[in-house]
């Protein structure tokens, strides 16, 4: 059964750093994997989407890298902001369609 | 503008009073399905549909019902609630449940149980 863990459970950083967010699995035989923010009182919304063909993908200040064979996934932010402050979660998509989250990281921006 | 919605999304309720939380989606999507979230643990799938009539088990379906009689809804049904179903409950939605497919996320329900 696939089991995917999210490290550390909250984190706080001085606005303007960068910094990255782990993700990781028990399971390699996945299909793709996400990043989703989920900010308080609102739903998930999704980051990157990397199929396990992949090594990275990039959106704006955002890289995501999947090595596949290690089980690990990070996210990496840029130059970070405090309107960057939410939970993320990470989420893996197994070669049945089964989909397990991790319990996310909270991440916390100070201006 | 496409999106799912969820009603209610708070709800205090009492052990053993019948609720239901609706789900819709405006998108046409064929695959539907609900999470609930724990702190700790992340989000459990607790059952799932294929399409209209079609509805399986996820990991977590004790105490929980559904059903998928128009293909935009999706309500979510505790028959008997208990404190241990308090949490943060979403529905999702995707156009056709194979397998990557992008889910659409609601903006979830908090619901406590005394």
């Known amino acids: 059964k696939q089991e995917v863990t999210q490290i550390p459970a909250a984190l706080s950083v001085p606005e303007g750093e960068n910094l990255v967010l782990n993700c990781s699995f028990t399971?390699?035989?996945?299909?793709?994997l996400q990043w989703f923010r989920q900010d308080p009182g609102k739903g998930l919304t999704s980051l990157l989407l990397?199929?396990?063909?992949?090594r990275e993908q990039t959106s704006g200040r955002l890289n995501a890298s999947l090595d596949k064979s290690s089980g690990r996934s990070t996210l990496y932010i840029a130059a970070s902001q405090p309107g960057d402050s939410a939970t993320y979660l990470c989420?893996?998509?197994?070669?049945?369609?089964?989909?397990?989250f991790g319990a996310g990281t909270r991440l916390t921006v100070k201006p | 503008e496409a999106q799912v919605t969820q009603n209610p999304r708070y709800l205090i309720t009492v052990t053993g009073k019948k609720l239901t939380v609706t789900c819709s989606q405006n998108?046409?999507?064929?695959?539907m399905s609900w999470y609930r979230q724990d702190p700790g643990l992340g989000l459990r799938q607790i059952y799932y549909?294929?399409?209209?009539?079609?509805?399986d088990k996820g990991d977590v379906p004790e105490g929980y019902k559904v059903s998928r009689k128009e293909k935009r809804n999706f309500p979510l049904i505790l028959e008997s609630p208990s404190p241990n179903q308090t949490s943060l409950y979403f529905c999702?939605?995707?156009?056709?449940?194979?397998?990557?497919?992008?889910?659409?996320f609601g903006p979830g329900t908090r619901l406590t149980v005394l």
């Open positions: 999702a939605s995707s156009l056709s449940g194979t397998l990557g497919d992008t889910q659409y």
């Open positions: 399971d390699s035989a996945i299909y793709n």
């Open positions: 990397i199929q396990s063909s992949q």
């Open positions: 989420a893996v998509v197994n070669n049945n369609n089964d989909m397990r």
């Open positions: 998108m046409n999507h064929e695959y």
């Open positions: 549909s294929m399409n209209v009539e079609v509805t």
